[in-house]
T-cell receptor, first 113, second 115 residues
Framework: TQLLEQSPQFLSIQEGENLTVYCNSS?????LQWYRQEPGEGPVLLVT?????EVKKLKRLTFQFGDARKDSSLHITAAQPGDTGLYLC?????????????FGKGTKLSVIP | ETGVTQTPRHLVMGMTNKKSLKCEQH?????MYWYKQSAKKPLELMFV???????ENNSVPSRFSPECPNSSHLFLHLHTLQPEDSALYLC??????????????FGEGSRLTVL
């Protein structure tokens, strides 16, 4: 069982469509991050959320942290081919001495022109 | 350009070879990491060095041996690997391992194939 479950695993959509990907867990996190990884590159941070219920917007991307700090979602509006990549959520467990950043398997997004 | 450079980008080695992966960061960070990325698996944390001290070793087999001579350089020494060790090995750095919201800066990875 994975600590962080991401869904869907794969998503292929047409340019201009909207989409949402999810990151779920039964554990509570002190902070959660979303990274995007393009082919041949390492992951790059998109956002960090720390407060339950927090919503952050980054241009066409909207990130939400669940009220209980156990889950998160990423919504993309009017997807573009440049959004193609592997979206990874990663979290640090709540509790003393929990510094390790644990990753989900990711959602592989393809945006077709 | 993330400020983290990994070499080589690609490596093919036999099971009896000894090789090393190198990582260098130009960000002035104090923490450096090795992650393993395999198909159908999450990124797996292998080792963490914080202020040059190894703080995490996630039950990694002894055929992987890390070395951190200073805060800017990190090596992963490889010997007698198995085919299942074939993967993308990612190096990352951050300001401090204990920072709750710390951002990881990744290199482009070293793609390892073990024959």
């Amino acid at each position: 069982t994975q600590l962080l479950e991401q869904s869907p695993q794969f998503l292929s959509i047409q340019e201009g469509e909207n989409l949402t990907v999810y990151c779920n867990s039964s554990s509570v996190f002190s902070s959660l991050q979303w990274y995007r990884q393009e082919p041949g590159e390492g992951p790059v941070l998109l956002v960090t959320v720390v407060t339950g219920g927090e919503v952050k917007k980054l241009k066409r991307l909207t990130f939400q942290f669940g009220d209980a700090r156990k889950d998160s979602s990423l919504h993309i509006t009017a997807a573009q081919p440049g959004d193609t990549g592997l979206y990874l959520c990663a979290g640090r467990l709540s509790g003393a001495g929990s510094y390790q950043l644990t990753f989900g398997k990711g959602t592989k997004l393809s945006v077709i022109p | 350009e993330t400020g983290v450079t990994q070499t080589p980008r690609h490596l093919v080695m036999g099971m009896t070879n000894k090789k090393s992966l190198k990582c260098e960061q130009h960000l002035g960070h104090n923490a450096m990491y090795w992650y393993k990325q395999s198909a159908k698996k999450p990124l797996e944390l292998m080792f963490v060095y914080n202020f040059k001290e190894q703080t995490e070793n996630n039950s990694v087999p002894s055929r992987f041996s890390p070395e951190c001579p200073n805060s800017s350089h990190l090596f992963l020494h490889l010997h007698t690997l198995q085919p299942e060790d074939s993967a993308l090995y990612l190096c990352a750095s951050s300001q401090d391992f204990t920072e709750n919201t710390g951002e990881l800066f990744f290199g482009e990875g070293s793609r390892l194939t073990v024959l």
